[in-house]
């Protein structure tokens, strides 16, 4: 069974930085796309940034310029660095992976104070 595990979430003030990172486990298989998305408070989950196994990276137009996927697809690992960090970045970040079927991990809580 396919499991992914979320680590590097907390607080911190705004313009501070933090690293997510996930793992997947419980396949032998690459995953075809990794991810993450976030949800805040009333408001619906959105993509924040995703990268696929050829490298290519899409994010959403809020964390352009600021935020850094990066990822090991053979080892199914996936990475969002995260600068200049606003108030409304304020969320449950959750880790994605598709490999016919779509996977998601828990959540870990990013808070940004102002």
């Known amino acids: 069974q396919v499991q992914l595990v979320e680590s590097g979430g907390g607080l911190v003030q705004a313009g501070g930085s933090l690293r997510l990172s996930c793992a997947a486990s419980g396949t032998i298989f690459s995953m075809n796309v990794m991810g993450w998305y976030r949800q805040a408070p009333g408001k619906q989950r959105e993509l924040v940034a995703s990268i696929t196994s050829g490298g290519s990276t899409n994010y959403v137009d809020s964390v352009k310029g600021r935020f850094t996927i990066s990822g090991d697809n053979p080892k199914n690992t996936v990475d969002l660095q995260m600068n200049s960090l606003k108030p409304e970045d304020t969320a449950v970040y959750y880790c994605?992976?598709?490999?016919?079927?779509?996977?998601w991990g828990k959540g870990t809580l990013v808070a940004v104070s102002s």
């Open positions: 994605n992976a598709r490999h016919i079927r779509e996977y």
